[in-house]
């Protein structure tokens, strides 16, 4: 009998100590949905930015936690210790904070100048927990680990998520970064985002760190590209 309580409580503290399962994701969900009937009051451009996109990256979220229970391969990715999966998160930030600051003193990497200072928090919390978080547990998180289960390649895998992830990024950039339509293609903006789902998907593989490194790495780019972190300009 007390082998069995044992047992009981130590899945217990697996899950609401894991990154990934439902007392985290579900917190995620929280957020998306605050944003969902809320985003309005703080973002004036709203309904014409995130609010066209803010029930996709719920669904996102949701097929990420149904199939993270159902496969394998993806439960394996995101059985990381919240711990770790934080430390992780916070490095991979951090190094490109840094690197992408170096970018932006030298000429190399452009951003925006018209952010609004007094959205800061806001911002914040959408491209972390909304943004940066449910494009990565689905194009890495789900697409990726898919097709290399099931296609036995990660050469596949990696090209295949980095292309489904630069079409979707035809419509998101346009409307979150560009407000402008999907007629005016930004074609430097897609072949970047090609070139950063190939290097988030290498990442990725590294089932233990990868997802969360891929999602610090993706917010701040995220973010220093929206002229919120950027120190240089």
């Known amino acids: 009998m007390r082998q069995i309580f044992a047992g009981t409580k130590t899945s217990g503290a697996m899950i609401f100590n894991r990154f990934g399962n439902l007392p985290f994701i579900g917190i995620l969900i929280i957020i998306e949905l605050y944003f969902w009937a809320n985003g309005g009051a703080w973002f004036q451009d709203w309904n014409s930015s995130y609010g066209q996109l803010i029930e996709t990256y719920i669904v996102m ?5 149904v199939l993270s229970w159902r496969q394998k391969q993806i439960m394996e990715q995101v059985n990381t210790p919240l711990w770790m999966a934080g430390r992780s998160f916070g490095m991979s930030f951090i190094i490109t904070w840094g690197i992408l600051e170096c970018c932006v003193l030298l000429g190399v990497l452009q951003v925006s100048t018209s952010f609004d200072t007094n959205l800061f928090w806001q911002t ?3 491209q972390v927990c909304v943004v940066a ?3 990565e547990i689905m194009f890495r998180g789900v697409i990726l680990q898919s097709l290399n289960f099931y296609l036995k390649s990660a ?8 292309f ?4 979707w990024h035809l419509y998101a950039y346009q409307i979150i970064i560009y407000h402008s339509s999907i007629e005016t293609v930004n074609w430097f903006a897609l072949v970047m985002a090609f070139f950063i789902g190939i290097v988030l998907a290498i ?3 590294k089932k233990e760190w990868g997802l969360s490194a891929c999602i610090g790495i993706h917010a701040c780019y995220n973010l220093v590209v929206l002229g919120v972190l950027t120190v240089w300009v």
Do not use: D, N, P, Y
């Open 133 to 135: 978080t449910a494009e």
């Open 61 to 65: 979220t949701l097929i990420f936690l």
């Open 164 to 167: 489904v992830f630069a079409i």
């Open 155 to 162: 050469t596949i895998a990696v090209i295949g998520s980095a």
């Open 203 to 205: 990442i990725a593989l």
């Open 124 to 126: 914040v919390m959408i």
